[in-house]
Nanobody, 115 residues
């Protein structure tokens, strides 16, 4: 069982930055891959970025060059640095842990980009 708790969401103006964090209840070095997904109102949940145990990263085209995913194994934390935020980035952001056998999800954190 893996518990995930997100933090760091909020309201930011276009062009601003936010850093999301996800605290895991287990050693993340033992997790196959972790990632961030988001869901905007009326839309399906979509991939934002993922990172594997071997530090291979993958980003949605819409966030490439603006978002950076990273892990801190010592703190069992997954982070997402979001720069140059746009109104279309507004969504609930979810942390995901993929152990191959099972997917675990956090409760989500709201990010709103608005002037």
């Amino acid at each position: 069982q893996v518990q995930l708790v997100e933090s760091g969401g909020g309201l930011v103006q276009p062009g601003g930055s936010l850093r999301l964090s996800c605290a895991a209840s287990v050693e993340i070095s033992r997790i196959y891959a972790m990632g961030w997904y988001r869901q905007a109102p009326g839309k399906q949940r979509e991939l934002v970025a993922t990172i594997t145990r071997g530090d291979i990263t993958n980003y949605a085209n819409s966030v490439k060059g603006r978002f950076t995913i990273s892990t801190d194994n010592g703190k069992n934390t997954l982070s997402l640095q979001m720069n140059n935020l746009k109104p279309e980035d507004t969504a609930v952001y979810y942390c995901n842990a993929n152990t191959i056998l099972t997917n675990y999800w956090g409760q989500g954190t709201q990010v709103t980009v608005s002037a």
